[in-house]
């Protein structure tokens, strides 16, 4: 049994709800309050502001279009092989989108695109290592866990900062 603790705070954004969970190390989840993996806090979890206020602040500049790359300690909990395809998201750069195909090419193993996909839906820090910028083969959006209006929203979001028209409204400190 560990005498760590863990922290966790939510917090509201454009697409409802987030839960934030951190511990000593690191942001280790961002959880949905919609879509299929909705969870509770563990009974001696510590609900806390401060040590989650970077993430906040990171999340709050992203849903603002004033981030495109986050810059948190992270602690992801996973298997070897489910680490690796979640760095991997964090080479995926802001506004694009790849394949499952494309993603398990890139950690070495064309062959695991199914595994690659259920290791994306295990990611347990969404928009921070941006799973939402794999896609099928054929373009269409596919699983994830905030629900694919929400996949939807962040890549339009990423997509109209990226061309300084965050909601019609031009991004201040973009280059066009």
Known sequence: MSNETIWYDDMPTPIGVLRLVADDVGLREV????GRHQRSPRPEWVRAREPLAQARQQLDEYFAGERQQF????HPLGT????QVWWELSRIPYGT???YGEMARRIGQPAAVRAVGAANGRNPLPIVLPCHRVIGA???LT???????????LLSLESRTKEG???GVPVRGLAH
């Open 31 to 34: 959880w949905f309050s919609t």
């Open 80 to 83: 070897p092989f489910q680490v």
């Open 143 to 153: 699983g994830f866990g905030g629900g694919l209006p929400t996949k939807q929203f």
């Open 138 to 140: 054929n373009g269409s």
């Open 165 to 167: 028209d965050l909601f």
């Open 71 to 74: 810059d948190l300690p992270l």
């Open 97 to 99: 989108t790849i394949s």
